[in-house]
């Protein structure tokens, strides 16, 4: 009330000397200002040129928006484009090569073209880490992350596609968790029943009392892992052990829910606990939020040499709960 009551007995004033001033041309006329700048709300004015350019920002981004919504159809890449690029992969392509498509979502386009190239376990790989050679269809200048720490070697234009071929040293994979998932022997042991076997069958591991390993092809985060699917138990610890694996530098595991649907109406974590000779070299926790993600132990010391590896999962909250991991013994 203070500061309203003096900026008005200062406007008052301010009129009177106007009104009391000589007029324009007459002796002792002197120009006074009708507002003093004491009155001048500055932090209003500073406000109001934040707004106008935030309003002209917004009309910028949509002006922008909209040409880029009329011009984006003519710059999609058309079906000549993707079999030329096909066609470009298709004659330098070596067994063992890679292929991916940047941005991701145009996986399903380039496995029309080129799907028989990509067969399953290559489709659902933990990583790129064992390929060397990776082909790259891209648009729109996206590029893959499996080409991370690659060098370009050859780039070709087709349309609006790009072809290239990355190159990097490929690790090399002593043993492969997954494939050899038969060389494994499961239990459970739970709570106040002790431990027990589960049964090998043609194509899963079956427990008395419930749970399944199963391997094949997993949904996890809208993306197909070839992976081991574990259906884990409260109060139970599910262990996978697998006998003389022969060890490189690393040893590389990866594990996520299954699938982005079934997991929604459960928020358990599933902890895979690893081991080697008996020695635990870490733990990997799978929640809604992980999505699939990799871990790396060290394993320098039994570079060449056999081991035992065990793997532990266990839960919280079985509800709405399948795991999904993998894991390979490699080199970089």
């Given at each position: 009330?203070?500061?309203?009551d ?5 406007a ?12 324009r ?23 109001r ?70 067969p ?23 590029r ?16 609006a ?12 994979v ?68 697998y ?42 926790e ?24 065990r793997?532990?999962?266990t ?18």
């Amino acid at each position: 009330m203070r500061v309203r009551d003096g900026l008005r007995v200062a406007a008052n004033a301010a009129f009177r000397r106007v009104s009391r001033s000589p007029r324009r041309g007459e002796l002792g006329y002197a120009a006074r200002p009708v507002f003093p700048a004491a009155l001048i709300d500055h932090d209003l004015l500073r406000r109001r040129r934040i707004s106008v350019v935030v309003a002209t920002v917004v009309v910028l981004l949509a002006l922008v928006e909209t040409v880029n919504a009329i011009v984006a159809p003519y710059r999609a890449p058309t079906d000549k484009d993707w079999v030329a690029a096909a066609a470009k992969v298709r004659a330098s392509f070596r067994p063992g090569d890679l292929i991916v498509a940047a941005p991701a979502w145009a996986d399903p386009i380039m496995r029309r073209e080129l799907g028989d190239l990509v067969p399953a376990p290559v489709a659902g790989r933990m990583d790129a880490a064992r390929f060397g050679r990776i082909w790259e269809i891209s648009q729109h200048g996206a590029r893959a992350g499996d080409t991370t720490n690659a060098t370009v070697r050859t780039s070709s234009r087709h349309g609006a596609l790009r072809v290239k071929l990355w190159e990097k040293p490929a690790a090399a994979v002593t043993f492969d968790f997954v494939a050899e998932w038969r060389k494994a022997t499961m239990s459970i042991a739970t709570v106040g029943s002790g431990e027990s076997p589960c049964a090998l069958a043609r194509d899963r591991f079956q427990c008395a009392n419930g749970p399944v390993l199963k391997p094949g092809l997993l949904e996890i985060d809208t993306t197909l892992r070839n992976a081991l699917g574990v259906e884990p138990r409260e109060r139970a610890t599910i262990t996978l052990e697998y006998a003389q694996v022969s060890l490189g530098r690393e040893l590389v595991v990866a594990a996520g829910l299954h699938n982005v649907w079934l997991r929604k109406s459960g928020d358990g974590k599933v902890r895979t606990r690893v081991l080697v000779d008996g020695r635990e070299l870490g733990t990997l926790e799978s929640t809604n939020s992980s999505g699939w993600f990799l871990r790396s132990f060290d394993t320098a010391s039994l570079d060449g040499k056999t081991a035992n590896v065990r793997f532990e999962i266990t839960t919280d909250k079985a509800h709405s709960r399948y795991l999904a991991f993998a894991a390979e013994a490699r080199t970089p």
